[in-house]
């Protein structure tokens, strides 16, 4: 079978810097996706890690463990406005469908 | 360039009345076509997908259905609603497989009453 994990909800402060995890157990993996979305909204694609490693894309970056069935989003200079659900996803080989985990909920405080 | 267009944006429907929800895509060929739907604070549920018209992959077994009548056109049918069908319905294209970027339309909001 296949299964996401990341966690619910999550809080930071205005500036700061937040990791959000994201574990994977799947058959024939492939490479996973980030996805934002806020509220009432469609998701909106982030970045899409194949190789092990850091992916780094403005405030935003990207990792993939394979090994270890492990990705991270990271998220640096906190503004108000990533206050958003963040959406890992993960597609497999011989496939045409994602399998989205549930989504983390951040919310960035003042 | 490409844009997706869903409709309508709200809909409130009565407990066994039919639904039918429409997607369609601009600027693109042969796309990937998807159905999630998501429900109050939780992640997306793949429904349906299609490669080409006509063909349908259902992910999940319920009352809902899908048709591909053109190449980017998608439908999303149900004959009677059920208070669960309550959601936030999406439809999504991609230029390919899974490994391809998926684009997502504005959303239908369905509240079945």
Not at chain 1, 49 to 56: H, M, R, T, Y
Not at chain 1, 63 to 70: A, E, P, W
Not at chain 2, 40 to 48: M, S, T
Not at chain 2, 71 to 100: N, P
Request: net charge neutral.
């Amino acid at each position: 079978g296949q299964n996401i994990d990341q966690p619910t909800e999550m809080t930071a402060t205005e500036g700061a810097i937040v990791q959000i995890n994201c574990t994977y157990q799947t058959s024939g993996f492939n490479g996973l996706f980030w996805y934002q979305q806020h509220a009432g909204e469609a998701p909106t694609f982030l970045s899409y890690n194949v190789l092990d490693g850091l992916e780094e894309k403005g405030r935003f970056s990207s990792f993939l463990s394979r090994s270890k069935g492990y990705s991270y989003l990271l998220l640096k200079e906190l503004q108000m406005k990533d206050s958003a659900s963040y959406l890992c996803a993960v597609d497999s080989y011989n496939t045409d469908k994602l399998i989205f985990g549930t989504g983390t909920r951040l919310q960035v405080f003042p | 360039s490409q844009t997706i267009h869903q409709w309508p944006a709200t809909l409130v429907q009565p407990v066994g009345s039919p639904l039918s929800l429409e997607c369609t895509v601009e600027g693109t060929s042969n796309p990937n076509l998807y159905w999630y739907r998501q429900a109050a604070g939780r992640g997306l549920q793949l429904l349906f997908y299609s490669v080409g018209i006509g063909q349908i992959s259902s992910e999940v077994p319920q009352n809902l259905s899908a048709s591909r009548p053109q190449d980017r056109q998608f439908i999303l049918s149900s004959k009677k609603l059920l208070l669960s069908d309550s959601g936030f319905y999406l439809c999504a294209w991609s230029g390919g497989g899974a490994s391809y970027e998926q684009y997502f339309g504005p959303g239908t909001r369905l509240t079945v009453t």
